[in-house]
Nanobody
Framework: VQLQASGGGLVQAGGSRRLSCAVS????????QGWYRQAPGKQRELVAT???????NYADSVKGRFTISRDNVKNTVYLQMSSLMPEDTAVYYC?????????WGKGTLVTVSS
């Protein structure tokens, strides 16, 4: 399984950005996809996850501002980010989990300027 994330860049505080992650390879019907982020000097943390059926889970820090979604036909997972804050600056990674195995994309940098 391979993941290719895109959509990162520079955005002003209060702005919006949408990240995409295309997943390819042998994908089992039961899987979970998610977004994680790692800010400079910090550990990687969960942002949001979504099951194939659409059940979602969010970190408290992004609830109400970020929305995760997926297109099972296109095998793509999205992260719509709104009301961005400088503390959202991080490298964002997508993850695909199936049968106990995690697959990671290379990450895309989001920089929020104040």
């Amino acid at each position: 399984v391979q993941l290719q994330a895109s959509g990162g860049g520079l955005v002003q505080a209060g702005g919006s950005r949408r990240l995409s992650c295309a997943v390819s390879g042998y994908i089992f019907s039961i899987n979970v996809q998610g977004w994680y982020r790692q800010a400079p000097g910090k550990q990687r943390e969960l942002v949001a996850t979504i099951t194939r059926s659409g059940s979602t889970n969010y970190a408290d820090s992004v609830k109400g501002r970020f929305t995760i979604s997926r297109d099972n036909v296109k095998n793509t997972v999205y992260l719509q980010m709104s009301s961005l804050m400088p503390e959202d600056t991080a490298v964002y990674y997508c993850k695909h989990s199936q049968r106990g195995i995690d697959f990671w994309g290379k990450g895309t940098l989001v920089t929020v300027s104040s």
